[in-house]
């Protein structure tokens, strides 16, 4: 064997068993190993090493192998009476509830826990929108409802108070006599004035019936006399089981008041003297008889006595002093009655 058949032989040699003096044609080659690349002389054997390509799949492990993506099974959303998980794990049974469904085996690839559509009780709304309000149609305005007239009577009057009542309202029949009607706000019974707002009448301040003052007063035609019929209420009390003076004397100005009113339009109370000579039983019926004695320019002197539903005992009696007011003089009140 001459030299050159040598080192073709050796060269040979070195092909087939690498390097390392291992055969390589007997073992299994590695993916990451060089492989051979024919070159323009066959005895000449050149390596280049491998690109390795790198997985686009989300969550696998890097591998020198490409590794497809495992395919996911279609999510379908439907409201059934059963829940239907919305994971590529196979449905399991799940409580109503809005927790997220645990996977009870290991899923293709590892994924976020996925919130499960379960019907609750509560209405479930899957729109994206808030729920919008539907205005209830409404019947149009017909204007301000008219105030409630408390001068009529209601469950809380006694049979005395309903039998002096209707004998009052009888009187009313030919015109000598009219009932004055009863609000809780004072601008109420002058609607030509303004409408109050916010603000009540002492003698009407209490929304229970039978509670404070029931009252209801006539005026007679000619002017100058009025008669309130009066039933005090247990949160009039003063003494055990009587009236209090204080509620007494409220009811004698109020008496007193509306007949200087009718007689000389707006006044207010500049003096009120009262001589108490028999206490009120709490829950009976007094009868308050007013007039205007005399009158002297803008002052009115009036008078008043407040007997029991048949007339007896004399209970109090009054004098008083009003005076007529000009009301472009007048202050404005420090509240907004407007």
């Known amino acids: 064997m001459g030299w050159g058949q040598g080192a073709a032989t050796g060269a040979r040699g070195v092909g087939a068993w690498g390097r390392r003096g291992r055969p390589t044609g007997d073992t299994p080659r590695s993916p990451l190993a060089p492989q051979s690349v024919p070159s323009a002389d066959p005895a000449v054997t050149t390596t280049t090493p491998l690109r390795v390509p790198i997985s686009r ?30 994971s590529p794990c196979p449905p399991i049974p799940v409580p109503l509830s809005l927790s997220p469904s645990p996977c009870p085996r290991p899923c293709p690839r590892p994924h976020p826990p996925v919130p499960v559509l ?42 005395a108070m309903r039998e002096l009542y209707e004998r009052l309202l009888r009187g009313t029949a030919d015109g000598s006599w009219r009932r004055v009607p009863s609000y809780r706000n004072v601008l109420d019974h002058f609607p030509a004035v303004g409408q109050g707002r916010g603000t009540r009448l002492f003698m009407r301040n209490l929304d229970t019936e039978g509670a404070g003052f029931e009252y209801v ?13 009066c039933q005090t209420g247990p949160y009039l009390e003063g003494p055990p089981g009587f009236t209090h003076g204080g509620a007494i004397a409220s009811i004698i100005d109020t008496t007193l008041g509306t007949c200087a009113l009718d007689a000389a339009g707006v006044v207010m109370t500049a003096q009120l003297s009262i001589d108490f000579l028999a206490p009120v039983p709490l829950g009976s019926v007094v009868l308050l008889d007013g007039r205007v004695d005399r009158r002297e320019g803008r002052k009115l002197f009036l008078s008043c006595e407040v007997r029991g539903a048949e007339g007896d005992p004399l209970h109090a009696k009054a004098t008083g002093l009003f005076i007529q007011l000009d009301t472009s003089k007048s202050p404005r009140p420090a509240c907004n009655t407007r």
């Open 57 to 86: 799949c989300p969550h696998v492990p890097l591998s020198p192998v490409p590794v497809p993506c495992a395919p996911h099974p279609p999510v379908s959303l439907s409201l059934s009476p059963s829940p239907v998980p919305l």
């Open 118 to 159: 379960s019907l609750v009780p509560l209405p479930l709304s899957l729109s994206p929108c808030p729920p919008v309000p539907v205005p209830v149609p409404q019947a149009p305005c017909s204007g301000r409802a008219a105030p409630q007239d408390l001068a009529l009577p209601n469950g809380s009057w006694s049979r």
């Open 217 to 229: 007063t006539f005026l007679h035609r000619a002017g100058g006399r009025a008669l309130c019929l």
